[in-house]
């Protein structure tokens, strides 16, 4: 996979995820105003923390490939993705699965700031970790097993 593949997929992602929430959102502010769709939100919370783990996972695993070999900054960024990183996607989706398990509880200003948290932590990533300039395609070939 070359970087920009990389940066493509992830990328991707960050847009699948965006939509997703984006649509839960807007079941969270009928929850809100007291509308039946406790199970449905319940459902789209669940589906946003599956989305999320898969793609967390896909990215630690692409990046920790990939970013040592970047520039300078490679092994110091690398052990930002290895530690700070990968806590926060733990306690995203553990706030995730804590939502999803009493939704009605979280129905309004809980789900948006949890997910405006996300958005947050997706922006900050394509600053840092995405950006163009880092992944381009003649900065190196990564090859993966399996
Ligand atoms: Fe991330
Ligand atoms: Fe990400």
Redesign the pocket.
């Known amino acids: 996979m070359t970087p920009s593949e990389i940066r493509d997929e992830?990328l991707a992602?960050?847009a699948r995820?965006r939509s997703l929430m984006d649509e839960v959102r807007h079941v969270a502010e009928r929850a809100a105003r007291g509308e039946p769709v406790g199970g449905e939100l319940r459902e789209g919370v669940s589906r946003v923390a599956e989305v999320l783990r898969e793609?967390?996972q896909r990215?630690e695993d692409l990046l920790r490939a990939i970013i040592p070999t970047v520039d300078a900054w490679g092994p110091a960024r690398a052990e930002i993705m290895d530690e700070t990183h990968q806590r926060e996607h733990d306690d995203l989706h553990q706030a995730l699965l804590g939502v999803g398990e009493r939704p009605h509880a979280f129905a309004g200003a809980g789900v948006r700031a949890l997910f405006d948290r996300i958005l947050e932590?997706?922006a900050r990533?394509?600053k840092i970790?995405?950006a163009e300039e880092l992944l381009k395609e003649d900065t190196v070939i990564v090859e993966f097993g399996g």
């Open positions: 992830l992602q960050h995820l793609h967390n990215e932590h997706l990533e394509e970790f995405l």
